[in-house]
Protein backbone atom coordinates (compact mmCIF):
# COMPACT_ATOMS: atom_id res chain seq x y z
CA UNK A 1 0.00 0.00 0.00
CA UNK A 2 1.58 3.28 -1.38
CA UNK A 3 1.42 6.13 1.67
CA UNK A 4 0.48 9.60 0.18
CA UNK A 5 3.32 12.50 1.16
CA UNK A 6 2.02 15.08 3.10
CA UNK A 7 2.23 18.37 1.06
CA UNK A 8 3.25 21.44 3.36
CA UNK A 9 1.16 24.29 3.52
CA UNK A 10 1.90 27.79 3.73
CA UNK A 11 -0.19 30.91 4.43
CA UNK A 12 -0.04 33.54 2.07
CA UNK A 13 0.06 37.20 4.04
CA UNK A 14 -1.55 39.21 1.77
CA UNK A 15 -4.93 36.89 0.72
CA UNK A 16 -5.10 34.35 4.19
CA UNK A 17 -5.18 31.75 1.75
CA UNK A 18 -3.39 28.40 2.44
CA UNK A 19 -1.49 27.17 -0.60
CA UNK A 20 1.03 24.14 -0.78
CA UNK A 21 4.40 25.48 0.07
CA UNK A 22 5.72 25.30 -4.16
CA UNK A 23 2.94 27.64 -5.32
CA UNK A 24 4.47 30.39 -2.82
CA UNK A 25 7.50 32.55 -2.63
CA UNK A 26 9.17 33.16 0.38
CA UNK A 27 10.39 36.51 1.79
CA UNK A 28 13.02 36.25 4.25
CA UNK A 29 14.28 38.73 7.18
CA UNK A 30 17.88 38.12 8.10
CA UNK A 31 19.14 38.59 11.93
CA UNK A 32 21.20 41.37 10.53
CA UNK A 33 17.23 43.42 9.41
CA UNK A 34 18.58 42.95 5.63
CA UNK A 35 15.22 41.70 3.51
CA UNK A 36 15.23 39.46 0.54
CA UNK A 37 13.75 37.09 -1.50
CA UNK A 38 14.14 33.69 -1.55
CA UNK A 39 13.19 31.25 -4.48
CA UNK A 40 15.01 28.37 -2.83
CA UNK A 41 12.82 28.52 0.45
CA UNK A 42 16.18 27.77 2.57
CA UNK A 43 17.75 31.09 3.81
CA UNK A 44 17.88 31.27 7.37
CA UNK A 45 15.71 34.03 9.23
CA UNK A 46 11.87 34.82 9.69
CA UNK A 47 9.90 34.34 6.73
CA UNK A 48 6.79 35.22 4.94
CA UNK A 49 4.94 33.42 2.06
CA UNK A 50 3.64 35.25 -0.66
CA UNK A 51 1.16 33.60 -3.30
CA UNK A 52 3.17 33.58 -7.07
CA UNK A 53 0.16 36.17 -8.17
CA UNK A 54 0.37 39.68 -9.24
CA UNK A 55 -2.54 40.95 -7.30
CA UNK A 56 -1.26 39.20 -4.30
CA UNK A 57 2.17 41.16 -4.83
CA UNK A 58 0.01 44.20 -4.95
CA UNK A 59 -2.24 43.47 -1.92
CA UNK A 60 0.93 42.64 0.39
CA UNK A 61 2.38 45.92 -0.62
CA UNK A 62 -0.65 47.90 -0.43
CA UNK A 63 -1.67 46.16 3.10
CA UNK A 64 2.19 46.38 4.33
CA UNK A 65 1.43 42.86 5.53
CA UNK A 66 4.95 41.64 4.68
CA UNK A 67 6.56 44.24 6.66
CA UNK A 68 4.24 43.70 9.13
CA UNK A 69 4.95 39.98 9.75
CA UNK A 70 8.90 40.24 8.97
CA UNK A 71 8.89 43.47 11.05
CA UNK A 72 11.08 45.22 9.09
CA UNK A 73 10.94 47.54 6.27
CA UNK A 74 10.18 46.17 2.77
CA UNK A 75 11.93 48.37 0.54
CA UNK A 76 9.85 48.63 -3.41
CA UNK A 77 12.68 46.70 -5.06
CA UNK A 78 11.69 43.79 -3.54
CA UNK A 79 8.51 43.60 -4.67
CA UNK A 80 9.94 44.10 -8.46
CA UNK A 81 12.12 41.37 -7.46
CA UNK A 82 9.02 39.34 -6.86
CA UNK A 83 6.49 40.19 -9.46
CA UNK A 84 9.54 39.46 -12.10
CA UNK A 85 9.94 35.95 -10.90
CA UNK A 86 6.11 35.47 -11.18
CA UNK A 87 6.85 36.33 -14.59
CA UNK A 88 9.71 34.25 -15.33
CA UNK A 89 7.66 31.19 -14.53
CA UNK A 90 4.82 32.70 -16.26
CA UNK A 91 6.68 32.37 -19.27
CA UNK A 92 8.40 28.38 -18.69
Do not use: W
Not at 3 to 8: D, E
Amino acid sequence: MAVQKKIPLRKCVATGEMFPKKEMIRIVRSKEGEVSVDPTGKKSGRGAYVSKTVEAVNQAKKKNSLGNHLEASIPNEIYDEIIVLIEREKIK
